[in-house]
């Protein structure tokens, strides 16, 4: 009886085993057709039709150069987005890509945005989410939509008499999914295969958890009061406001990263332009949202959130000063030029403060050292490149420029007594040799001879 009564508790124990199982499974495979077919798929063609309807609006007014813009928009993401099909070709193996999808989706990308389509069933098919989908979505999104938001919001902020109740609804609901989509593509930095994709440093949350919905919703407020405050100012300051500011803020922060990344770069690599050459490329998307994960402690791409936040609200701060100087501080003069625009100016006071909050929130209770907190597969993924390694030598307070060179006969010498058996265990090598190195942790001993 004792053994019956065994057998049918182990017998239900496994059925409650499976059931979980495939639960689980059915739970992964439906996270995974909703993030290719609506995260990626349907959001980047209902991003391009509300583009081409903002458009249509555009040309139906005779706004020339609003249309032109946004067109400009559209074309620059499908470049860039075979700029960086051509960048995973040069540095992935040969045969990593079967040369027939290469070639597919070479074809397509000209036909109207088509190779999404073709990219999002090939990956339903594989059962894995295709590098080239990821990367065409998230940077199509950084530029295509960037360029269309801002250009829509000065749009419905400059016509706001003329435009028809129905045209600024469509503007709306395109600026709207534009600012969606920066923020997804921004925040997927933060996401382990977003961040080893598009800037080579995997990132913290490997999917959508809270801490990566927090950097999402300060991500849509980031862009979303930077968009409205380059509006309005215009509004007030045109026809050269919005290029003054654009202008000098890509110069600024250009300046100040190249500067960052040299002094970082000096002081733990062993080669400063190389990290200048690898990361200054992030600097341009910066003058919209600043390009580094906010979920790492560091900065590793750009400048220190901190500097840039700071930077943001002291030209905020200015820009409300030039536009209460040009009005001549009249509140009357005010709400004649905005009177129809009272969701753009709600927009940017809200989604400044969430920005400010959100941003605080990040940096200082949950921002992390996103090498100390990475799976174990990162390690031997890939050789470390520039970037990664400055993290190491900051965890580790390792400077690698003078110290590195005084060091170099030293690891030599540390190097031939572990090739003598070099199948022992890294831990063990380092109890034997314990005694012959010089004053050395064990984190740092991995880190250098693991």
Same mark, same amino acid.
């Given at each position: 009886? #004792?053994?019956?009564?065994?057998?049918?508790?182990?017998?239900?124990?496994?059925?409650?085993?499976?059931? @979980?199982?495939?639960?689980?499974?059915?739970?992964?495979? =439906?996270?995974?057709?909703?993030?290719?077919?609506?995260?990626? $798929?349907?959001?980047?063609?209902?991003?391009?039709?509300?583009?081409?309807?903002?458009?249509?609006?555009?040309?139906?007014?005779?706004?020339?150069?609003?249309?032109?813009?946004?067109?400009?928009?559209? @074309?620059?993401?499908?470049?860039?987005?075979?700029?960086?099909?051509?960048?995973?070709? %040069?540095?992935?193996?040969?045969?990593?890509?079967?040369? $027939?999808? /290469?070639?597919?989706?070479?074809?397509?990308?000209?036909?109207?945005?088509?190779?999404?389509?073709?990219?999002?069933?090939?990956?339903?098919?594989?059962?894995?989410?295709?590098?080239?989908?990821?990367?065409?979505?998230?940077?199509?999104?950084?530029?295509?939509?960037?360029?269309?938001?801002?250009?829509?919001?000065?749009?419905?902020?400059?016509?706001?008499?003329?435009?028809?109740? +129905?045209?600024?609804?469509?503007?709306?609901?395109?600026?709207?999914?534009?600012?969606?989509?920066?923020?997804?593509?921004?925040?997927?930095?933060?996401?382990?295969?977003?961040?080893?994709?598009? /800037?080579?440093?995997?990132?913290?949350?490997? !999917?959508?958890?809270?801490?990566?919905?927090?950097?999402?919703?300060?991500?849509?407020?980031? /862009?979303?009061?930077?968009?409205?405050?380059?509006?309005?100012?215009?509004?007030?300051? #045109?026809?050269?406001?919005?290029?003054?500011?654009?202008?000098?803020?890509? /110069?600024?922060?250009?300046?100040?990263?190249?500067?960052?990344?040299?002094? #970082? !770069?000096?002081?733990?690599?062993?080669?400063?332009?190389?990290?200048?050459?690898?990361?200054?490329?992030?600097?341009?998307?910066?003058?919209?949202?600043?390009?580094?994960?906010?979920?790492?402690?560091?900065?590793?791409?750009?400048?220190?959130?901190?500097?840039?936040?700071?930077?943001?609200?002291?030209?905020?701060?200015?820009?409300?000063?030039?536009?209460?100087?040009?009005?001549?501080?009249?509140?009357?003069?005010? %709400?004649?030029?905005?009177?129809?625009?009272?969701?753009?100016?709600?927009?940017?006071?809200?989604?400044?403060?969430?920005?400010?909050?959100? !941003?605080?929130?990040?940096?200082?209770?949950?921002?992390?050292?996103?090498?100390? +907190?990475?799976?174990?597969?990162? $390690?031997?993924?890939?050789?470390?490149?520039?970037?990664?390694?400055?993290? %190491?030598?900051?965890?580790?307070?390792?400077?690698?420029?003078?110290?590195?060179?005084? $060091?170099?006969?030293?690891?030599? #010498?540390?190097?031939?007594?572990?090739?003598? =058996?070099?199948?022992?265990?890294?831990?063990?090598?380092?109890?034997?040799?314990? !005694?012959?190195?010089?004053?050395?942790?064990?984190? +740092?001993?991995?880190?250098?001879?693991?």
């Amino acid at each position: 009886r #004792r053994v019956n009564g065994v057998g049918t508790l182990y017998r239900e124990r496994g059925r409650g085993e499976s059931f @979980v199982l495939s639960s689980w499974r059915w739970c992964k495979w =439906a996270y995974f057709v909703f993030d290719i077919l609506v995260a990626m $798929w349907l959001r980047y063609y209902l991003d391009l039709y509300l583009d081409v309807q903002a458009m249509k609006i555009f040309w139906d007014h005779g706004d020339t150069w609003f249309f032109v813009s946004n067109f400009g928009g559209i @074309v620059l993401g499908l470049l860039w987005t075979a700029v960086e099909f051509y960048k995973i070709l %040069r540095d992935e193996p040969k045969d990593a890509l079967p040369g $027939w999808q /290469v070639l597919v989706v070479g074809l397509l990308i000209p036909a109207a945005g088509l190779h999404v389509t073709y990219l999002a069933l090939l990956s339903l098919m594989m059962g894995v989410k295709h590098r080239f989908l990821y990367i065409s979505t998230l940077a199509e999104s950084v530029l295509e939509s960037a360029v269309s938001a801002f250009v829509q919001t000065y749009a419905v902020v400059f016509h706001s008499k003329r435009l028809l109740d +129905e045209d600024k609804f469509d503007l709306y609901t395109s600026i709207a999914l534009s600012f969606v989509s920066i923020g997804y593509a921004f925040s997927a930095l933060d996401k382990y295969d977003g961040g080893e994709l598009l /800037v080579k440093v995997p990132g913290l949350c490997r !999917g959508a958890n809270a801490k990566w919905w927090c950097v999402f919703a300060f991500r849509i407020a980031e /862009v979303t009061s930077r968009a409205t405050s380059l509006a309005l100012f215009q509004c007030v300051w #045109r026809p050269w406001g919005i290029m003054t500011v654009m202008s000098a803020d890509t /110069v600024l922060v250009v300046s100040l990263a190249a500067l960052s990344q040299m002094t #970082r !770069g000096s002081k733990y690599s062993r080669g400063a332009n190389r990290l200048i050459r690898d990361n200054l490329v992030y600097a341009l998307p910066s003058s919209i949202c600043l390009m580094t994960p906010m979920l790492e402690k560091d900065s590793p791409m750009t400048l220190p959130p901190e500097l840039y936040y700071s930077l943001r609200l002291v030209e905020l701060g200015g820009m409300v000063a030039l536009m209460g100087w040009s009005l001549q501080w009249d509140l009357d003069a005010a %709400r004649e030029i905005f009177q129809d625009d009272a969701l753009i100016v709600s927009a940017f006071v809200l989604s400044t403060i969430l920005m400010i909050v959100l !941003g605080f929130f990040l940096r200082w209770f949950v921002a992390v050292r996103t090498l100390l +907190e990475a799976p174990v597969e990162m $390690w031997h993924m890939r050789p470390f490149n520039v970037t990664q390694q400055v993290l %190491r030598n900051r965890i580790l307070g390792v400077e690698a420029g003078f110290k590195s060179r005084a $060091w170099q006969s030293e690891q030599r #010498r540390i190097m031939a007594k572990i090739q003598r =058996a070099p199948h022992r265990a890294s831990h063990l090598q380092h109890a034997m040799l314990r !005694g012959d190195l010089p004053d050395m942790t064990l984190a +740092e001993w991995d880190a250098r001879f693991l």
